[in-house]
């Protein structure tokens, strides 16, 4: 092979994205994953939910998820003409509902917090969200309306990602990256699962939870990413006019429902290591909890499970630029955000493996907050 730029390690959104972003800039790039566009990415439920999914403690996350959520439209019409595909992007809102009284007292906490961060939101009674959605449970307490929370179809997405980088000349590679070659200090190649080494100037590590594997690198800079396990389900049959038009969020599981009726109900947060089962206390759990949000689901086909395996980092947000090993980049630890962070994440990234500057908005995002941390072993185990 011949040497490129750039190898991107891992095929997932994040992935993908940059190395479709990087050779749009002219930069020759290979992508090397055994199951690229699957894993979490695929198992994904595709919500842009900013607004929806804000935590105490994280606002600066917040606002790199508002800048990624605000640039999701115009990148996705560029993808859409880049790959000759739609991408699924649909702007349907949100709605976050309370089942029952003490939901509604914990949505009033978060609504409040919503409100003094200047969100966009709006608190509802029960029977005003009954009549937005009627088929929302008649015990529906209270609920907020996110309008600008959407949601994009992943599966789409990842399927265009896919042909926008091979009109783009990425080079993709069906094996994983097992090892960052290295010569005093910095990045000099990558070695293949089957023993083939790529010279090269730059890797990107996008591999998703399973970033901390990938062997080669000094203690300090490998990320701090684990597994955390989320189980969905998919479910088919919700009339045309669609069941609920809106992404549907209480606080214990989601429903998305896909323009054509496919209803995604997710998801598990579960800290259970490189599990990938589908349990059946999981598919009970999300069950129950999208029935006594929705209970016409109960009518629908159950037509897949499946699980992803979210990059966790130990603050929640993505570790995204330059290590101090000359030549590595960092672009993982999406967490519950990797979808919804693609669009400036690969922006961020492309910029700086084109011009050497990361842009001032990934600064706080710096995978050195973390390169002085005591360094636990065992997350790629
Ligand atoms: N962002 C949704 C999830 O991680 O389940």
Redesign the pocket.
Known sequence: MIAPDVVVAGGGVIGLAIAWQAAARGLSVVVADPHSARGASWA??G?L?PVT?VHYGEERLLELNLESHERYPEWAGELNEASGRDCGYAETGTLMVARDADDNRALNQLFDFQQRLGLEVERLRGRECRQLEPALAPSTRGGILVRRDHQIDNRALLAALLTACERAGVHAVNERVARVDLADGRVVGASLDDGERVSCRTVVVAAGAHSARIEGLPPEVVPPVRPVK?Q?LHLRGAPKERLVPRTIRGLDA?IVVRPDGRVVL??T?EEQGFDERVTAGGVQELLQAGFELVPGIAELELVETSV?L?PGSPDNAPMLGETSVGGLVLATGH???G??LAPVTAWAIAELLSTGEAPEIITPFSPRRFSNRRVVTGAGS
């Open positions: 994904a439920a919500m939910a999914e989320g969905l989601y997710g998801a947060v992803g979210r967490y519950r955000n979808i919804l």
